[in-house]
C-alpha cells in the first residue's frame, strides 16, 4: 500500500499502525532522505520512504504502483511557493483518486478537515472541500476523515504555543472564542487503518475528542501544565488581519526566511468553530473511544515547564515534613 505523505505528523502514525499489522507500505513524500525513521515501523523492507511529487501524475502513478490501498494525509496550513492551497489540497487529492481508480485500487482513505466548505471564506476550507470532492467523483466508495485539531508528541499546536510561553509574558490569541475539539493523532490514524482493513462503512467521518474548549481554554490549560503564568491576551480579528498583512510583508521581503506568525486566510479560518457537526458519523460508528488531551499532554509538554522532568520531584518535596 501507499501513504501520501506519511513521514508527517499524522501519516507516521499510520504508517507505524498498519506496519503493525503486517501491511508492506510505501511512503510517499517529497525528502525520503529525511523520512528515513518510518523504516523502523516495520522489519526490514517492510516500509519504505519513496520520492513523490503529488503535482505530478507521473510521479503519484509511480508511487502507487502495484498498490491494492492508498490514503493520502498531504496538507498544508499555510501556502509556500508551488505548494498552493488548490495544488495540494484541491488538484493532489483529486489526481491521486484518479491514478487509483485507473490502477484498480480497492480502498483509498482520504485526509480532510472539519470545516471542510465550499462556500468558506477561508481558502484553506474551501480546497479541503474540493479535494474531497474530487475524490469521491473518482473513488466513490473512499473513507474521508474529517478530524479536529490534532495532539501529539510532535504537534504544531501545544509545542509551538509552550515554547513561546517559556520567552514570553504575552501569548496574543485570535479567535479566542473559537471552538474546537482536539483529537490524539493516533486516534485518527486508529480510524484510517480500520477504513484501510475494510472495516468502515464509505463516507465522510468528522472526528473530535470527548471535549470541546475555546482557544483561550486550551492556551489556560497548556499553561497549567507547563507551570507558567502568562496573560493570554485576546486580539480581535481586525487586529489579526493587519497581523497577517506586516508579516506577510516582511515575509515577502526577507524572501520567506522570516515567516508570518499567522496568515488572512488563517485568520478567517478562526472565524468558524472547529468542532463535530450534529449527527455526523465519528468514532461512534467506527468503534473507537477517543482519549481526552489531559491524559496525553504531561507525557510531552513536561519539557516546557521551569524544571523540566525535575519540578515534579521540586513539587513533591516542597510537601515534606521538615525535622
Given at each position: 500500500?501507499?501513504?501520501?505523505?506519511?513521514?508527517?505528523?499524522?501519516?507516521?502514525?499510520?504508517?507505524?499502525?498498519?506496519?503493525?499489522?503486517?501491511?508492506?507500505?510505501?511512503?510517499?513524500?517529497?525528502?525520503?532522505?529525511?523520512?528515513?525513521?518510518?523504516?523502523?515501523?516495520?522489519?526490514?523492507?517492510?516500509?519504505?520512504?519513496?520520492?513523490?511529487?503529488?503535482?505530478?501524475?507521473?510521479?503519484?502513478?509511480?508511487?502507487?504502483?502495484?498498490?491494492n490501498?492508498?490514503?493520502?494525509?498531504?496538507?498544508?496550513?499555510?501556502?509556500?511557493?508551488r505548494?498552493?492551497?488548490?495544488?495540494?489540497?484541491?488538484?493532489?487529492?483529486?489526481?491521486?483518486a484518479?491514478?487509483?481508480?485507473?490502477?484498480?485500487?480497492?480502498?483509498?482513505?482520504?485526509?480532510?478537515?472539519?470545516?471542510?466548505?465550499a462556500?468558506?471564506?477561508?481558502?484553506?476550507?474551501?480546497?479541503?472541500?474540493?479535494?474531497?470532492?474530487?475524490?469521491?467523483?473518482?473513488?466513490p466508495?473512499?473513507?474521508?476523515?474529517?478530524?479536529?485539531?490534532?495532539?501529539?508528541?510532535?504537534?504544531?499546536?501545544?509545542?509551538?504555543?509552550?515554547?513561546?510561553?517559556?520567552?514570553?509574558?504575552?501569548i496574543?490569541?485570535?479567535?479566542?472564542?473559537?471552538?474546537?475539539?482536539?483529537?490524539?493523532?493516533?486516534?485518527?490514524?486508529?480510524?484510517?487503518?480500520?477504513?484501510?482493513?475494510?472495516?468502515?462503512?464509505?463516507?465522510?467521518?468528522?472526528?473530535g475528542?470527548?471535549?470541546?474548549?475555546?482557544?483561550?481554554?486550551?492556551?489556560s490549560?497548556?499553561?497549567?501544565?507547563?507551570?507558567?503564568?502568562?496573560?493570554?491576551?485576546?486580539?480581535?480579528?481586525g487586529?489579526?488581519?493587519l497581523?497577517?498583512?506586516?508579516?506577510?510583508?516582511?515575509q515577502?521581503?526577507?524572501?520567506?526566511?522570516?515567516?508570518?506568525?499567522?496568515?488572512?486566510?488563517?485568520?478567517a479560518?478562526?472565524?468558524?468553530?472547529?468542532?463535530?457537526?450534529?449527527?455526523?458519523?465519528?468514532?461512534a460508528?467506527?468503534?473507537?473511544?477517543?482519549?481526552?488531551?489531559?491524559?496525553?499532554?504531561?507525557?510531552?509538554?513536561?519539557?516546557?515547564?521551569?524544571?523540566?522532568?525535575?519540578?515534579?520531584?521540586?513539587?513533591?518535596?516542597?510537601?515534606?515534613?521538615?525535622?
Amino acid at each position: 500500500m501507499t501513504i501520501y505523505g506519511g513521514s508527517g505528523f499524522l501519516g507516521r502514525y499510520i504508517a507505524r499502525r498498519l506496519a503493525q499489522q503486517g501491511w508492506r507500505i510505501r511512503v510517499a513524500c517529497r525528502r525520503p532522505e529525511e523520512a528515513l525513521f518510518v523504516r523502523t515501523y516495520g522489519v526490514v523492507g517492510q516500509v519504505e520512504p519513496i520520492f513523490c511529487n503529488i503535482r505530478d501524475d507521473d510521479s503519484v502513478r509511480a508511487a502507487m504502483l502495484g498498490a491494492n490501498a492508498v490514503v493520502n494525509c498531504v496538507g498544508v496550513l499555510a501556502e509556500n511557493g508551488r505548494n498552493t492551497f488548490k495544488a495540494v489540497q484541491e488538484d493532489g487529492p483529486e489526481r491521486i483518486a484518479r491514478i487509483a481508480a485507473a490502477e484498480g485500487v480497492a480502498r483509498m482513505v482520504h485526509v480532510s478537515a472539519i470545516g471542510a466548505d465550499a462556500d468558506s471564506p477561508s481558502a484553506y476550507a474551501r480546497t479541503k472541500a474540493a479535494g474531497e470532492a474530487g475524490v469521491l467523483r473518482h473513488m466513490p466508495q473512499a473513507v474521508i476523515l474529517r478530524p479536529s485539531i490534532l495532539f501529539g508528541a510532535e504537534d504544531a499546536f501545544f509545542n509551538r504555543f509552550a515554547s513561546m510561553a517559556q520567552i514570553s509574558p504575552v501569548i496574543p490569541v485570535v479567535g479566542a472564542d473559537t471552538r474546537f475539539q482536539p483529537v490524539h493523532v493516533d486516534n485518527v490514524a486508529q480510524a484510517a487503518a480500520l477504513a484501510i482493513e475494510g472495516k468502515a462503512a464509505p463516507g465522510v467521518y468528522e472526528l473530535g475528542g470527548p471535549d470541546v474548549h475555546t482557544f483561550r481554554e486550551l492556551i489556560s490549560q497548556m499553561l497549567q501544565m507547563i507551570r507558567r503564568r502568562r496573560l493570554v491576551l485576546s486580539l480581535p480579528f481586525g487586529v489579526g488581519r493587519l497581523m497577517a498583512a506586516v508579516g506577510g510583508m516582511v515575509q515577502a521581503l526577507s524572501l520567506g526566511l522570516v515567516r508570518a506568525p499567522i496568515t488572512a486566510d488563517q485568520v478567517a479560518n478562526l472565524q468558524r468553530d472547529n468542532v463535530v457537526s450534529p449527527g455526523a458519523k465519528g468514532f461512534a460508528d467506527l468503534g473507537v473511544s477517543p482519549i481526552a488531551m489531559e491524559a496525553v499532554l504531561p507525557d510531552y509538554l513536561w519539557r516546557f515547564r521551569p524544571s523540566g522532568q525535575y519540578l515534579a520531584i521540586k513539587e513533591s518535596a516542597q510537601h515534606l515534613r521538615k525535622h
